[in-house]
């Protein structure tokens, strides 16, 4: 049922860019990018409201990149404090009101020109690697829910291909990188339950290595104990021989596991 339902709702999205197409009477990549010149000029109030200042289609990306970059960032940190790692909405509305006007009010046009949209191949490269690995990071590793990740990978892959589209007559073959990102972000998205099960075992792993090391200190703290007992007259020297050796085995074992 969920698979009929998406794959009618692919179709029916398919038909309705198709029809806008052929309507426009021009090549594809034109077509899409008088889309978005279209969908900006009409929602140009809720942009502003959001995002602040979009003069154009590569902004309206760029600024949407900006934002993911702001609540990855805020997402982790305070992942690491108690109270909201505990609380998933106040961790999501705290990050995502945070990443909001973060973009509002600091990614005026000349920033986001300056970090976002630069001109060399050094440029291009880094403003896409930096912020696909941190979202990797965070939509792996963050989102538990499978339908969340799979909506994340898809914004991430319309924003890379969206700058594609509108950077493509400015940078040239520049552009290429934006596509490999759109496309790196599908094959994300395509390896979603590999990629989470990553996360989970290194989380395991991680938890393992905790738990090995708390139990490591226990049985130190045995053998002080073993000591201090021998010294108080507690136990005999050839109990705390055999204590001793007992607690050092177990620690060989447990150093060598």
């Known amino acids: ?46 942009f502003s409201a959001l995002l602040g200042e979009v003069p154009a289609g590569q902004y309206l990306f760029a600024k949407i990149l900006f934002l993911i970059i702001i609540l990855s960032i805020v997402w982790i940190v305070l992942d690491q404090v108690e109270i909201f790692s505990e ?25 986001v020109d ?6 060399n191949v050094f440029g291009v490269a880094l403003s896409t690697l930096i912020p696909l690995i941190i979202y990797f990071y965070v939509v792996g590793k963050a989102i ?23 950077r493509r007559t400015d940078i040239g073959n520049l552009a290429w990188i934006y596509l490999a990102a759109a496309m790196i972000s599908l094959i994300f998205l395509l ?32 053998m002080q ?17 055999k204590i001793i050796k007992d607690l050092r085995k177990q620690l060989v074992a447990l150093q060598t596991s």
């Open 1 to 46: 049922m969920k698979k009929g339902f998406v794959l009618f709702s692919v179709l029916l999205i398919g038909i309705i860019i198709s029809s806008y197409f052929v309507s426009a009477q021009t090549n594809i990549g034109e077509g899409v990018k008088e889309l978005v010149e279209n969908v900006i000029a009409g929602g140009e109030p809720i």
């Open 87 to 111: 609380n998933t909405w106040a961790l999501a509305i705290i990050s995502i009101a945070v990443s909001i006007l973060s973009t509002r009010f600091l990614a005026t046009t000349n920033i």
């Open 114 to 119: 300056f970090i976002l949209l630069p001109y």
């Open 144 to 166: 538990p829910s499978q339908t969340i990740r799979k909506i994340a990978w898809i914004l991430a892959a319309a924003v890379f291909f969206g700058l594609w589209l509108t």
């Open 191 to 222: 390896a979603d339950k590999t990629i989470k099960r990553y996360f989970v075992k290194a989380d395991m792993d991680a938890w393992g290595s905790r738990t090995k090391k708390a139990h490591e200190i226990e049985i130190k703290r045995k």
């Open 225 to 241: 104990q073993a000591n201090t007992d021998l010294t108080g007259d507690i136990i005999t020297p050839k109990q705390h021989d």
